[in-house]
């Protein structure tokens, strides 16, 4: 970390952090929504509410700032599962058959 801080590269790191962890949901929104419905959304709701409550121990700025980009984006994640129902709905995206509704 201080190699990232002598050369003023923290802020990008983050920034590379952030834009992987959001990246990251994008798919996962898609194959749970496929797998397990909308009933996974509390999923995402113990693992935001667990960044943030790490985020808050944590002493590091990178780390708190991933934890907390994390958190925030499983908290997206929650709206995201009930709009990929609908998407799916739509015809926009294949539809699970073997998974009981």
């Excluded at 802020?11 to 798919?27: K, Q």
């Excluded at 509390?42 to 667990?50: N, P, Q, T």
Aim: charged share 15%; aromatic share 20%; with cysteine.
């Amino acid at each position: 970390m201080e190699f990232l801080q002598e050369y003023n590269l923290l802020g990008l790191a983050i920034g590379a952090c952030t834009f992987l962890v959001i990246g990251a949901f994008h798919p996962v929104v898609i194959k749970c929504e496929y797998y397990f419905g909308t009933g996974c959304w509390w999923w995402f709701l113990v693992l935001g509410a667990s960044c943030i409550a790490a985020s808050v121990f944590v002493s590091d700025v990178f780390w708190q700032s991933v934890l907390g980009v994390t958190a925030f984006s499983s908290f997206w994640t929650i709206k995201e599962i009930f709009d990929q129902r609908k998407r799916v709905e739509k015809g926009w995206f294949p539809r699970n058959p073997n998974r009981r509704r």
